[in-house]
């Protein structure tokens, strides 16, 4: 089902990416970490519908996105970041696989982490949070979405890896099979995994072969 919603407003996050609050639809319902397809009610962009990933709480009175901006004139994201209050989305109902299953460790890719961010804000709601552990990698100290926050509700179990800045404060590597088997103690316990699409594939590879069930590991598929 559509529903045609205003922008309440926008801000900047980082350097590209934005964050995006919007009315929510009466009853409006889903589950931390599921998306929806939305789309820009003008007529040249309503057909052209996306998967955003909802990044506040069920139980919040808006509808909150946390986008990243691409620097392509003709894409969906760069039209959405020019735009401002009061311009209307069109969002379909919640849908995606991923969910919070239990304890475990949640690794990301850039954008990726947009998944897991209403989980974590819902866990850290619930003081939940214990025997958790976030793999963030990143290209550049900058790029890190939420940086703060994450910190601020992780402590210690927030690890950054930056991949392209040899000045960062942060670890360096590359999350791979080395990187997994140096950092993770329990292969049995839950893996969440969101990022471009070739490393959520080498990732999820790499822990089926250290000894992780297939079924412990959840992505969008």
């Known amino acids: 089902m ?18 995006f ?23 040249e962009w ?15 009175p808006y509808l909150e996105f946390t986008i990243k901006i691409y620097d392509n004139p003709h894409g ?30 949640f690794i ?3 954008a990726g982490i947009t998944p897991f961010i209403a989980i974590l804000r ?6 939940k949070l214990d025997g958790n552990i976030l793999f963030f990698s990143n290209k550049t100290d900058r790029d890190i979405i939420l940086r703060d926050e994450l910190k601020a509700i992780l402590g210690d179990n927030a690890h950054f890896t930056i991949t392209s800045q040899k000045d960062s404060q942060y670890d360096q590597r590359r999350i ?9 103690k329990d292969f049995t316990r839950h893996f969440y995994v969101c990022g471009p699409d070739q490393m959520v594939a080498d990732i999820n590879e790499t822990l089926e072969k250290l000894g992780a069930k297939p079924d412990s590991v959840i992505f969008e598929k």
């Open 2 to 19: 559509d529903h045609t919603v205003k922008i309440i407003f926008t801000e900047q996050v980082t350097h590209n990416v934005k964050r």
């Open 21 to 43: 609050v919007i009315e929510k639809p009466e009853g409006f319902q889903f589950v931390p970490g599921q998306a929806t397809d939305l789309s820009i009610n003008e007529p």
């Open 46 to 60: 309503k057909d052209n519908k996306h998967p955003f990933t909802f990044t506040c709480l069920n139980e919040d």
């Open 76 to 105: 969906v994201t760069n039209h959405l970041g020019q735009l401002s209050a009061g311009a209307e989305l069109i969002i379909n109902d919640a849908w995606g696989a991923i969910e919070y299953k239990g304890p475990g460790y």
């Open 108 to 110: 990301a890719g850039g």
């Open 122 to 127: 819902q866990l850290n709601k619930q003081g």
């Open 176 to 184: 791979n099979a080395n990187f997994l088997k140096a950092e993770i």
